[in-house]
T-cell receptor
Framework: AQSVTQLGSHVSVSEGALVLLRCNYS??????LFWYVQYPNQGLQLLLK??????LVKGINGFEAEFKKSETSFHLTKPSAHMSDAAEYFC??????????FGSGTRLSIRP | DAGVIQSPRHEVTEMGQEVTLRCKPI?????LFWYRQTMMRGLELLIY????????DSGMPEDRFSAKMPNASFSTLKIQPSEPRDSAVYFC???????????????FGEGSRLTVL
């Protein structure tokens, strides 16, 4: 069965520091992979997606993620955190039958 | 496009009352999902429809919950009778047909925040 695991329910970094949010997927066939961001009192919105075209995917707001098949990982990074990046981040996998599996989410806090 | 539209945005009701949440997906999207989000349980898939047909309702917590999609542009999630533990934010999301440029990308509404007293 397909699953998505996000390590760390809460990550805190200083403003200007590197952001690294971890995501591992479990699937016999590499699925489409996504990162969504949820700001307070809002719905989820797409940050970036991997659809097998390129292993390094660039998204909005300076975020990027690298698909590593050997590690079954799709970690999200940003070189320099900004206060506005504080939000909850969800990793998700889509394979077939229109079913999408979400990770449990990681809350990112930014320290001034 | 206006995006996925949900109503009401906020609902406060008393235990035992019927609650109906509504969703209008993005035009042309052929799959629709209902999610529930709570602090304790995170984001949970309740049910999803493909071409207006319920495909997987294994996430529906109890018989008190029911969902319908009478046509491609409208869906409802009903709770009857409601209980305090149903308090959560309920999200509707839709997805375009497989094979298109947005394959797999979910478009979420802004959610309906339900409080059952």
């Amino acid at each position: 069965a397909q699953s998505v695991t996000q390590l760390g329910s809460h990550v805190s970094v200083s403003e200007g520091a590197l952001v690294l949010l971890r995501c591992n997927y479990s699937s016999s066939v590499p699925p489409y992979l996504f990162w969504y961001v949820q700001y307070p009192n809002q719905g989820l919105q797409l940050l970036l997606k991997y659809t097998s075209a390129a292993t390094l995917v660039k998204g909005i707001n300076g975020f990027e993620a690298e698909f590593k098949k050997s590690e079954t990982s799709f970690h999200l990074t940003k070189p320099s955190a900004h206060m506005s990046d504080a939000a909850e981040y969800f990793c998700a996998a889509y394979s077939s039958a229109s079913k999408i599996i979400f990770g449990s989410g990681t809350r990112l806090s930014i320290r001034p | 496009d206006a995006g996925v539209i949900q109503s009401p945005r906020h609902e406060v009701t008393e235990m035992g009352q019927e609650v109906t949440l509504r969703c209008k997906p993005i035009s042309g999207h052929n799959s629709l999902f209902w999610y529930r989000q709570t602090m304790m349980r995170g984001l949970e898939l309740l049910i999803y429809f493909n071409n207006n047909v319920p495909i997987d309702d294994s996430g529906m917590p109890e018989d008190r919950f029911s969902a319908k999609m009478p046509n491609a542009s409208f869906s409802t999630l009903k709770i009857q009778p409601s209980e305090p533990r149903d308090s959560a934010v309920y999200f509707c999301a839709s997805i375009s047909a497989a094979g298109g440029p947005n394959t797999g990308e979910l478009f979420f509404g802004e959610g309906s925040r339900l409080t059952v007293l």
